[in-house]
């Protein structure tokens, strides 16, 4: 079976632009968590939905927003793109919404802001 | 709030060499879960091991082990007979309970050298 997947592997913006970034979780996870991880820094929270629905959103601006589709892949877009966007953004996926549940991540998206 | 420290930010040893990576934690919460994952430099987190706050028990997996201990808020990870393969950034994460994110440490660099 295909693990979490990411799209686009790498991008490139401007500030000030926007990007969406896309995320397939593993087939039969309901569960999508979105994280930025920062050069040199561990992973942040963004947000989690679970059933097309917010479950938990983390302390990062309205620029940045998220959804979940019937077929439970997900999107994460940023408006009004800053340099300290930069960095790799992480989707994880898991069966249902539980704390105990191993969140399983794709590859990433790496972002950079010129 | 909850918290994760890894005070070591690299280490770097030669094979065969066994390896202690320490993680502390901070939480009020009664229930917790906390995680090791590994990323290699492709950039995908390799989920390692789940612990919950009620099972202090050790455990061994191959080379790897992992002691857990409540009393000091620890839950530290070691590799026995290291191998390049283990080399890699290494993550601890805390989760509590009804919250399925996951807060994580800043992460220790590991660079086994042959």
């Known amino acids: 079976d295909a693990g979490v997947t990411q799209s686009p592997t790498h991008l490139i913006k401007t500030r000030g632009q926007h990007v969406t970034l896309r995320c397939s979780p593993i087939s039969g996870h309901k569960s999508v968590s979105w994280y930025q991880q920062v050069l040199g820094q561990g992973p942040q929270f963004i947000f989690q939905?679970?059933?097309?629905?917010?479950?938990g959103r983390g302390n990062f601006p309205d620029r940045f927003s998220a959804r979940q589709f019937p077929n439970y892949s997900s999107e994460l877009n940023v408006n009004a793109l800053l340099l300290g966007d930069s960095a790799l953004y992480l989707c994880a996926s898991t069966v249902t919404y539980a704390e105990n549940q191993p969140q399983h991540f794709g590859d990433g998206t790496r972002l950079s802001i010129l | 709030a909850q918290k994760v420290t890894q005070a070591q930010t690299e280490i770097s040893v030669v094979e065969k060499e066994d390896v202690t990576l320490d993680c502390v934690y901070e939480t009020r919460d009664t229930t917790y879960y906390l995680f090791w994952y590994k990323q290699p430099p492709s950039g995908e987190l390799v989920f390692l091991i789940r612990r919950n706050s009620f099972d202090e028990q050790n455990e061994i997996s191959g080379r790897y082990s992992w002691n857990f201990q409540k009393s000091t808020s620890s839950f530290n990870f070691t590799i026995t007979a290291s191998q390049v393969v283990d080399s890699a950034v290494y993550f601890c994460a805390l989760s509590v309970a009804g919250a399925q994110k996951l807060v994580f440490g800043q992460g220790t660099r590991l660079t086994i050298n042959p």
């Open positions: 939905y679970y059933e097309k629905e917010e479950r």
